[in-house]
Nanobody
């Protein structure tokens, strides 16, 4: 089985920074795409950032220039560095990954349990 575990959420003042981490564990052959999504109260879950195994990145317009997704491939861990945080960034952040457990298996999408990020003075 595969598990994704997030860490690094918390309360931060506007203009501050946080770094979220997501660690994937279990039987993993390859991680094709990794990413971060968020869901604010009363809103749908939305994409924040993704990164492919080839290094391509994609960001929501609302976070471009402020958030950076990166990966430590040696440890199947990826990060979301969030700078210049705004109150509207407040949400539960979920990590996500498209993972092949074995070379002959089809990829499957996995989710973490979510971590709360609150931006408030």
């Amino acid at each position: 089985q595969v598990q994704l575990v997030e860490s690094g959420g918390g309360l931060v003042q506007p203009g501050g920074s946080l770094r979220l981490s997501c660690a994937a564990s279990g039987s993993i052959f390859s991680i094709n795409v990794m990413g971060w999504y968020r869901q604010a109260p009363g809103k749908q879950r939305e994409l924040v950032a993704t990164k492919t195994s080839g290094g391509s990145t994609n960001y929501a317009d609302s976070v471009k220039g402020r958030f950076t997704i990166s990966r430590d491939s040696a440890w199947n861990t990826w990060y979301l560095q969030m700078n210049s945080l705004k109150p509207e960034d407040t949400a539960v952040y979920y990590c996500n990954a498209n993972i092949k457990r074995q070379s002959w298996m089809a990829p499957y999408e996995y989710w973490g349990q979510g971590t709360q990020v609150t931006v408030s003075s």
